[in-house]
């Protein structure tokens, strides 16, 4: 299995804590956010990583060398990360066709038994949803069909109709990562949609008949970090 972190944004929103560092590298409980990901997949068996990177790059690459020196990981690194959205920074990596994909954002904070569930569950395609905890308006919501499989995802639907939000981890099949890369690239490059998140090319998928499972991680510590509010959750969680 192949597995893609992205880490290209500036992640405004956690200023001044980001001015110097990308926000994978802020510390919560004595190591940094990449680190503590970078480390649970490896733990897994999971070696065959690429991290998109983009704002402050360099201090990616510095602080996996450091502290993985034995790892082959790939960077990417994405030019244009002030004015493009992750959509962008996944259709640089461009993955194997014929390989599972685990996908993951580098901001997201989450126990070792996160990995486990999504790795474990059947499903060839899908996606980490937390249920618990009121929706916010800015998560991305999942909306289910009565065969409990990913209907639509998006930051716009109503949370009323929502089962839960997306946390940020997915895996897919070899077919579904044969049919992205095309998609992704025809919305970026061709309808120059830069500033749409990835999900739009999942939920267009989803639409012409492909399967994504929802699997729920109730029960489990799995955070993502935008904003300071955040930030400090996560490290009471997690220490």
């Not at 990901?37 to 990616?60: C, F, K, N, P, S």
């Not at 599972?100 to 474990?120: H, K, Q, T, W, Y």
Request: charged content about 30%.
């Amino acid at each position: 299995m192949q597995v893609v972190l992205l880490a290209a944004g500036q992640a405004t929103r956690l200023r001044p804590m980001t001015d110097d560092r990308p926000k994978c590298l802020l510390d919560v409980g004595g190591r940094s956010i990449l680190s503590r990901a970078v480390g649970l997949l490896r733990e897994r068996g999971l070696e065959h990583i690429t991290i998109v990177e983009g704002y402050r790059g360099d201090m990616i690459r510095l602080a996996m060398a450091a502290e993985f020196p034995a790892a082959a990981i790939r960077f990417v690194h994405n030019d244009d990360y002030a004015t493009t959205n992750n959509e962008w920074s996944l259709m640089l990596a461009e993955c194997a066709a014929d390989k599972p994909l685990l996908l993951l954002d580098a901001d997201i904070m989450f126990e070792g038994a996160v990995l486990d569930r999504l790795l474990s569950h059947p499903a060839p395609s899908r996606l980490g949803l937390r249920t618990e905890g009121a929706i916010g308006a800015e998560e991305m919501k999942v909306r289910l069909d009565p065969r409990g499989l990913v209907a639509d995802l998006g930051k716009g639907l109503a949370p009323a109709e929502a089962a839960g939000e997306s946390v940020g981890i997915e895996i897919f099949s070899p077919d579904f990562v044969a049919a992205l890369w095309p998609v992704m690239r025809r919305r970026q490059m061709v309808e120059r949609r830069t500033d749409e998140f990835y999900e739009a090319s999942f939920v267009e998928l989803i639409r012409s008949g492909h399967e994504v499972a929802a699997v729920d991680l109730a029960g489990l510590a799995c955070r993502e970090i935008d904003t300071i509010e955040d930030l400090h959750a996560a490290r009471r969680e997690f220490n």
